[in-house]
């Protein structure tokens, strides 16, 4: 299994700012993932997080919006750029390679609000 | 496409049964079920393999329709721990998973 931390946990932001969410998996793992969830609803991947290379985006999610890095197997950061109250949401960090079930491990998430 | 579960939302009394579905337009090689409680992460409860095998959570279960284009997530003698939103994800590629709609179950005492 694998633990997974999130900092920050949740923060107000103005609009047009920029804010940086750290992810660190307490296990080496094979992936990294960023999920969205807006309230209430389901979870939406944002892109897959790569090692030493640049990240794999989803449809509708592009990189001058959401760079993403992972310098190492057990680290990775999401910023969230020129936010808008669109944007408000929660952020997961998610982890996967160490069961044979291929489940994901979450963290707890970063809770976004944009004023 | 996203997977759409139903039902939306479930009441249930605190040993009752319930049947969540999870259906796709496409057939099913395997599914995911996962449930998150309210500010928490979700956590794996259990893989649903094409053959029918499944591994996880040792009180759920679930299986295929005929056609593999739904599963159904079986809770039996609820209890109140099970109270969460439930959601099934089915594979996009390796360790990447489309989440279906979500079910809220609540668990009564």
């Excluded at chain 1, 299994?1 to 940086?20: E, N």
């Excluded at chain 1, 990294?32 to 997080?49: K, N, V």
Aim: proline content about 4%.
């Amino acid at each position: 299994s694998a633990v997974i931390s999130q900092k920050p946990s949740r923060d107000i932001c103005q609009r047009g700012t920029s804010l940086t969410i750290q992810c660190q998996v307490d296990s080496q793992v094979t992936m990294m993932f960023w999920y969205r969830q807006q309230p209430g609803q389901s979870l939406t991947l944002i892109a897959t997080a790569n090692q030493g290379s640049e990240a794999t985006y989803e449809s509708g999610f592009v990189i001058d919006k959401f760079p993403i890095s992972r310098p190492n197997l057990t680290f990775s950061t999401l910023t969230v750029s020129n936010m808008s109250p669109e944007d408000s949401s929660i952020y997961l960090c998610s982890a996967a390679g160490g069961a044979d079930t291929g489940e994901l491990f979450f963290g707890e998430g970063s809770r976004l609000t944009v004023l | 496409q996203q997977p759409v579960q139903s039902p939306q939302a479930v009441i249930l009394r605190e040993g009752e049964d319930a049947v969540i579905n999870c259906s796709s337009s496409k057939a099913l090689y395997s599914v995911h079920w996962y449930r998150q409680k309210h500010g928490e992460a979700p956590v794996f409860l259990m893989i649903l393999l094409k053959g029918g095998e499944q591994k996880g959570h040792d009180k759920i279960s679930a299986s295929f329709n005929e056609k593999k284009q739904q599963s159904s997530l079986y809770l039996t003698a609820s209890q109140l721990s099970y109270s969460g939103t439930y959601f099934c994800g089915t594979p996009t590629g390796t360790y990447k998973y489309i989440f279906g709609t979500g079910t809220r179950l609540k668990v009564l005492a």
